[in-house]
């Protein structure tokens, strides 16, 4: 294939290629923007607490030791 | 005896070097220094840069069809099976909610694409230019790694231009690296402080369904529309499924580590086994090289363009900057964008704003790996 | 320009699309929706219905020998890799304590596999309907869904009659899910109140060298008598040999969690991958669900009924319903049965003493499936 | 094939089947239940530390914390 | 009826047994019993045994071509991939450490391969008696257990001798397991109390980019003089610099946990699938278990011949009994000179200086290996 | 081949091979000697915590608890 023929062809591939892009993504943007509507908004689940990221095993080891010095005293 | 010392020379590697082979392995060290020294990229590019040592050593044959690069790079890459697999890991770290709570700016992710195409016609006209010489599959595989995305550029490679995908890899995930250094000044000189400056609106929260709904809503669209691009879409889909739909944490989990670390180690050896010092060292190198920068260039001017219009017809709702995360470079172009709004605006916190166009980019650019896959491949 | 765009169209799926693909794609995203809204085995219908989808997708061929699909089918599932590797993860997750605590009641998880062979005798006497055809081999993989156990179900189906694997897996791993519905009304029709309020005795404690030498019993006793049933239990018995010898955790921890996950992933696409339109939409189809619902009634009343004799013979030191849990489905069976027990008395715990039938039911269809295999493979 | 030979195969085949189950989980048992009579019964382990499941670093942890608060005082 | 019975009775193991098999899955009970009761190389010896076991099932053919143990053994030992991601996994477990702290203690590492060589002329020698036939490939893959590291000892015996496979690594890991029985009369016999009394100086603190440095000087020099042995210690290298390098760690972390945790698993049933009487139950395994002795106690004395050379050029700065650990088997030889040094002198702690001989006899007997290979692979 | 020829050879590897494995070696000790001269020797990092192996929520833990009882008193 010569060059010009080459050079037509990756111009095509640029518009079409372009063309895919948009119309997906914008085809995308569409239907998501309808499903947001759609879906039901979620409740927001209850405040974290403020032990939470501590394993509770680690808490109830503290909690004893605290106890068990009070209890030594 | 001296028969046998004579035969023991022959065997070293010293008396069996050709030069190639000593720059490849410099080449391969190179990678692996800029790897940890610089931070660039260094999951992908220490195993590339090993690979690459270790497929340039005479005699031991590790990248041919026996040695452990070649049955590595026969199983995974011919087959495409380790970057599909990158590829749903990670969909399964991606978080699209930026992305659905303000799905508009998808089109930011569009627009950068235009990178990619405008490298392809690039890469043809470079033919022009004595001793280059690039066929449609050549300049198409070259041209994706201004999709920014590193299983994207290899899949596509590993289909339409093999021999090119050593340094196809190395140009794609040495640029990715480079972003905080290409775009800023593109950002720069595109945009107006007062562009720069532009706060956006807190985005909304995206409720567990919608983000159980939107992989298999993208999966239909492609399918629909693109069927060729579906299995790189596919799989970045399946990995977010698992990791949205919440019932199978277990397999979400293992996608996102285990699994995705080994086929890495196993992609990046496999990767290096083509920096084959004959494949390499030649004038097509270089022009992938200066194509790729190219690539990048044009996608981030693209997405700021894009990002200029829609600032103008949202009444500055939108901050252009956000537009240069469009090529993808997750989550690195983001940072950036990031880090250039702070510049003008040290309240302006453009990240999440950013990460929506960032992984639109992803899709973007797998979505463009369909076109030449379908047209070409 | 025309014509290009005529090409284009011509490369969509909208294009492409036959009915039997979009109802196939349809499928697929049903077993997804009761995965994650019903909890439906998600682990391997997640994949399994995403892997319909894919290999639904007109052009793209990813369960084609070149695509994604079907390299993974071709390397684990016509091989018996897959299924065997996540036998060995079942034995690693699996304490057969209870079993030993008291080994009597595993003839409760002999007379559960009455449903495999009976449904063979059916699928075989559903030949006399017009448009059924169903060779021997058809109707032993499809009687094996009465072992109510999934990697037998798909080792077997795929040794058997692999076109028909898709619909076996589909239907035994949504009956599976389906058992705490089909189970108890069997399980109130056969057993009287007073039998289901019947109350066991604690379990005793079972010293760790007999659980370092179950596995191995079970592979001699396995090896003596039914050879073809060894790679099945063989791998069973290795995986919990790793678990019970106390002396490779790492490698007991890597079967049981990172090992499997990645196999059922791998398996649960492969398996998708023969979802397709042709092979599924067909009266066969309808014929192995029905049959596989006759396997799971026949087996879970078998075990009930064995569960009696048992009450009687024991003089009522064996509630009936632990009988049921013999069918396998590990643990929901077992669950079920604790709580048709807890409906019957409150204090009634017999979750424990259902697990005995309900990991004897897992060696029980594996020994079926020796059977069938050596008779007929 | 006929049906009929079929149907008889399958027949036999259930025979089969079923007698194979049962011979081998029954000489399972059987094997089981003498064993379970030779393997010496295990010691019991000692009565588990109400510490057990905590990592011994934070027990040590704790231990330190508190015994640095007596000092304090 | 009868018939079928017949039929049913020539499907049994029973029926079907040679005496040989018999034998060998009594070899396989052995060798886990001798993992779990004592301790010996568990992570190895119990999937091999498992696998001798499964290897001589009668009818069910798990080690032929398309059993299991047959695909794994094709797929991952015949290419040579396993013990090569092994030797990976090693190098991201080994600290180098020790060994840079104080290099000129490598030289044990060198020394004690001494025992690999003369192993070798000892197989060539046992021609001479009858019964016994040892090619030279059989004799070099043999002499390699004398290397006391498995990866090693099954990359080489795949190589060059597949059917000594089974009883080579089983002599390894063996022998391995055998370093605290083995090594201490030879230590006592060959040293003074004074000589093992000796203290040595604590170790230098080694710097990070050290650490960095040495798997890419070690590749270099590999690669420079023996390029046979690349594939060896070019993953050995490539392990340990994901684990140095610091930029890498997900990956460093799943080379060394869950990726080696795999292919241990396949890699062990891989091996124990050639425990075939045929080929293990000869006069040859005798002599190769005869062989492997020579071979540790011999590199195990030469190491510690070496080590009172260093005694004395060092004036005693040099405790000899370190010299032992350079055959490698790491980290067991270390803490046997320990203890050995500990009986001696309460307060002479040897590990430390222990370890870097002993990771150096790991680079020796892959440079060995690369010797063996080039000459005769 | 005959048995002197073959042990010929095997006498021969034992050299070439004990020669490789001194050769390597020896030049990896020059070679490390070397480089450990050249690298700059790393400034020592901050001495270890008391703390450290400890989860820093779990010493966060700990002192709240301590805290807690103190201010409980
Ligand atoms: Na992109
Ligand atoms: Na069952
Ligand atoms: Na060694």
């Given at each position: 294939m010569d060059i010009d023929a080459l050079l037509m062809q990756s111009l095509q591939l640029l518009g079409l290629g372009m063309g895919a892009v948009f119309i997906i993504l914008t085809l995308l943007i569409v239907i998501i923007s309808i499903v947001s509507k759609i879906v039901p908004v979620e409740v927001s689940p209850p405040p974290a607490l403020p032990?939470?990221?501590?394993?509770p095993a680690h808490v109830a080891a503290i909690s004893a030791a605290v106890h068990q010095y009070r209890k030594n005293r | 005896m001296e028969q046998g010392l004579l035969q023991l020379w022959a065997s070293t590697g010293l008396y069996n070097f050709t030069p190639g082979q000593l720059i490849m392995i410099a080449v391969g060290g190179l990678l692996i220094y800029l790897a940890i020294?610089?931070?660039?990229?260094?999951?992908l590019l220490i195993p590339i840069g090993f690979g690459g040592i270790l497929a340039n050593?005479?005699?031991?044959?590790?990248?041919?069809?026996?040695g452990l690069l070649g049955i590595l790079y026969h199983a995974g890459i011919e087959t495409g099976v380790f970057p599909l697999l990158i590829f749903m890991g990670v969909g399964a770290m991606t978080d699209f909610g930026p992305l659905l709570a303000?799905?508009?700016?998808m089109i930011l992710g569009a627009a950068a694409q235009f990178g990619i195409f405008f490298t392809l016609f690039g890469a043809i006209a470079m033919?022009?230019?004595?001793?280059m010489e690039f066929s449609m599959a050549d300049a198409a595989a070259i041209a994706?790694?201004?999709?920014?995305?590193g299983p994207t550029a290899i899949y596509v490679a590993s289909r339409l231009a093999p021999d090119l995908l050593g340094a196809i890899a190395v140009a794609a995930y040495s640029y990715m690296a480079l972003v905080p250094i290409i775009q800023p000044p593109i950002m720069k000189a595109l945009t107006t402080e007062e562009e720069r400056k532009t706060k956006m609106t807190q985005l909304r929260k995206v409720s567990r369904l919608e983000k159980i709904l939107f992989p298999l809503i993208l999966l239909m669209v492609t399918i629909l529309?693109?069927?060729?691009a579906t299995p790189l879409v596919g799989m970045l889909c399946f990995g977010n499924l698992l990791r949205e739909c919440g019932v199978v944490e277990r397999l979400s989990s293992t996608a996102q580590n285990e699994l995705i670390n080994i086929v890495t180690i196993f992609l990046g050896l496999s990767v290096g086994s083509k920096l084959a010092a004959d494949k390499f060292l030649s004038a097509e190198t270089l022009g992938i090289l200066m194509l790729g920068m190219v690539a990048f260039s044009i996608g981030t001017a693209a997405g700021l363009l894009m990002g200029k219009i829609m600032y103008r017809v949202t009444g500055k709702a939108v901050?252009?900057?956000?537009?240069?995360?469009?090529?993808?470079?997750v989550p690195m172009a983001a940072r950036v964008a990031n880090k250039v709004g702070l510049q003008a605006n040290?309240?302006?916190?453009l990240l999440m704003h950013a990460m929506g166009p960032n992984v639109a980019g992803v899709i973007g650019s797998a979505v463009a790996a369909g076109v030449l896959l379908s047209v070409i491949g």
């Open positions: 032990t939470q990221g501590i394993d | 020294s610089k931070g660039f990229e260094p999951l050593i005479p005699i031991a044959g590790i990248a041919g069809p026996d303000r799905p508009s700016l033919n022009l230019i004595p001793g994706i790694i201004g999709g920014a995305d529309l693109l069927p060729s901050n252009p900057l956000i537009g240069a995360a469009g090529v993808s470079a040290p309240q302006n916190f």
